[in-house]
């Protein structure tokens, strides 16, 4: 798929942009600051309904607005279809689809497939946990929307489940208390054990395009892997660090004879109810740190993704270099894994790559570039033209504050 | 700011639920304006529900006597009990006139945010309905949310050592709707639910 049209209402610097669009690739070329960056959360936001940069709505409205309105028309294959979001600064967002009535936001997710390389994806590889499992459930909710649903239950579920342990008086539990824990527990394995077993699947579906991806973007002397690793396989491991990890400690004695700690391999077989059946048993074994602490510390918000390049995690042992590479390499599993679900050959995701030249190396440079050009619809920013590899032939347009200014390539 | 009672009225009224500060102000002067005759009977009415209405003492519905009509009703089948979260649910099962049974009002749904604790339901008054051997049947009407359905588990898990028979409403595809608008979590727990004919 493409866009072949995107409409910005007071998003961000925007009080209006209309911006024609084709496939194949656009670079956005202005100097800092002028917005480019702007253009492609937008798009971002219309796939993912978050933003790269912010984790709330208010910054994408236009200072002082209380409404902002992202509206893009798509092509797939013969279709065409447009598609409308209203953001809202307090009320709940909405969306349309082919000016059809008012929806929730939530109803156009997986409609517009994207996947966008930042900056900010350095923090896949040197970052906390969160940014990881963050990574996995938006690709997650993009392939499958329901697991949208999914989420926000878990979420709930969590909130209570913690909000019940915190009213524990000195870490201890009365009866009550420990009877209604058991029924949070259930629900929190239930929802936990659903999202779970999609994050497993999806890690596997990841895992040869990773390496894949990694060697084609290096001299591949290095075998690049992901290793999921779950508190419903290593009760063990849930007394941890603060920052919502498992302890990447020795692995228990379920893996150990085999080379990999992967538990996404570990449980290929399990179901949905034995995973659910795990989480209960390890809930159990960690009430009372739980209670301690006031803090649920089983389930899939404490879980990881676990990057390792040769032997070694790339968190910490990866060169800048390395860990560059390494991002690109998720984001380009990821744009793998949505071609090979792409059964109709007509919701192929639209690449964008904000900024990412300028921090490559020329030899990197010109790899990616290679590799992202035969997408079917590629949108790359750059503040000067002479961060675009030459590999990238397409049209470009100027980025003014406020503005754009075609070259004509594409027209209407 | 608008001067003495008239702020007063629209402060009050902006507390209500789902009044927000603009229909506060329209409600406000629409009173202004109304008839004082209409708007005494409003005020009587507010009086009246505030000193006249208790719960039933059974059941937990509003009621004007110790018990409501409904538990006082010998018609309605004593056997079966439709447990639900509030008040206004018995309303929404009464309007489908198919259910002939009692019902019994929690007061809401276990939710630890708001520091709702199963104590706080009348869920021991529930139990205490079932110490004879009338009751057959217990029917949990909860909704069909994270709270609803936690709340759901533990009657569950309470009401099923004591023996007694108890179901829990099919939650699936709305009525005249298509199959093809259906979300993807409304579609899944029909598939998990369906019925062998």
Not at chain 1, 102 to 107: F, L, M, Q
Request: charged share 25%; aromatic share 4%.
């Amino acid at each position: 798929m493409y866009l072949a049209h995107l409409s910005l209402t007071d998003f961000r610097s925007y009080p209006g942009l209309e911006l024609p669009l084709g496939p194949g690739v656009t670079v956005l070329v202005g100097s800092n600051g002028v917005g480019k960056t702007n253009v492609m959360e937008a798009i971002g936001y219309l796939s993912t309904l978050g933003s790269h940069r912010v984790s709330s709505d208010q910054p994408l409205l236009r200072f002082g607005t209380e409404q902002a309105f992202i509206r893009a028309r798509l092509v797939r294959g013969e279709q065409q279809a447009s598609v409308e979001l209203e953001i809202n600064a307090t009320r709940a967002n909405r969306a349309r689809i082919n000016r059809g009535n008012p929806v929730r936001a939530r109803e156009i997710l997986g409609l517009v497939r994207s996947v966008l390389f930042a900056p900010e994806d350095l923090a896949l590889v040197k970052g906390e946990p969160a940014v990881r499992r963050r990574f996995l459930d938006e690709l997650l909710v993009t392939l499958e929307p329901r697991h949208a649903a999914t989420r926000a239950d878990y979420d709930r579920v969590l909130k209570q489940r913690n909000a019940l342990l915190k009213s524990a008086r000195g870490g201890r539990l009365n009866e009550a208390q420990e009877s209604t824990l058991d029924v949070w527990d259930h629900h929190l394995a239930g929802t936990g054990a659903e999202l779970l077993r999609a994050r497993l699947d999806l890690v596997q579906r990841l895992q040869p395009h990773i390496d894949t991806a990694y060697a084609s973007l290096t001299d591949g002397s290095k075998i690049a892997r992901a290793h999921y690793r779950s508190t419903a396989a290593r009760p063990a491991d849930v007394v941890s660090d603060d920052d919502g990890a498992v302890a990447s400690a020795e692995a228990p004695a379920a893996v150990v004879g085999q080379d990999s700690g992967d538990d996404a391999a570990l449980l290929a077989d399990a179901t949905v109810e034995e995973l659910s059946a795990l989480y209960v048993e390890a809930l159990r074994a960690g009430r009372r740190q739980e209670a301690e602490r006031g803090l649920t510390l089983v389930g899939p918000h404490r879980e990881e993704l676990e990057l390792l390049l040769g032997p070694a995690p790339a968190k910490g042992f990866a060169s800048h270099g390395e860990t560059w590479s390494f991002a690109l390499a998720l984001r380009l599993a990821a744009y793998y894994v949505l071609l090979d679900d792409d059964l109709s050959g007509t919701q192929a995701p639209v690449l964008i790559l904000d900024d990412v030249f300028a921090e490559l190396d020329a030899q990197r440079r010109s790899r990616l570039a290679t590799i992202v050009a035969g997408a079917e619809q590629v949108l790359v920013t750059a503040a000067v033209e002479g961060d675009i590899p030459p590999e990238l032939h397409g049209a470009r347009v100027r980025v003014l504050p406020g503005t754009v200014e075609l070259d004509g390539t594409h027209g209407g | 700011m608008y001067e003495g009672a008239v702020q007063e009225l629209i402060d009050e009224l902006g507390r209500l639920p789902g009044i927000g500060p603009k229909s506060a102000q329209r409600l406000a002067f629409h009173i202004l304006e109304a008839d004082a005759g209409d708007m005494q009977k409003l005020a009587e009415a507010i009086t009246a529900v505030k000193t006249r209405v208790k719960f039933c003492s059974i059941c937990g519905n509003v009621s004007e006597q110790d018990t409501c009509s409904i538990c006082r009703d010998p018609r309605r089948d004593a056997s079966v009990i439709c447990v639900v979260e509030e008040s206004k649910d018995v309303m929404a099962v009464e309007r489908t006139r198919s259910f002939r049974g009692r019902y019994h009002v929690l007061g809401g749904a276990i939710s630890p945010i708001d520091g709702i604790g199963p104590e706080k339901l009348r869920i021991r008054e529930l139990l205490t309905r079932l110490s004879d051997d009338t009751v057959q049947e217990i029917i949990i009407a909860t909704d069909p949310n994270v709270e609803g359905e936690a709340t759901a588990t533990y009657l569950i898990r309470t009401l099923k050592p004591i023996g007694v028979k108890v179901t829990r409403l099919a939650s699936g595809l709305p009525v005249g709707g298509d199959l093809e608008y259906a979300d993807e979590a409304t579609l899944g727990r029909a598939f998990a639910g369906r019925l062998a004919v």
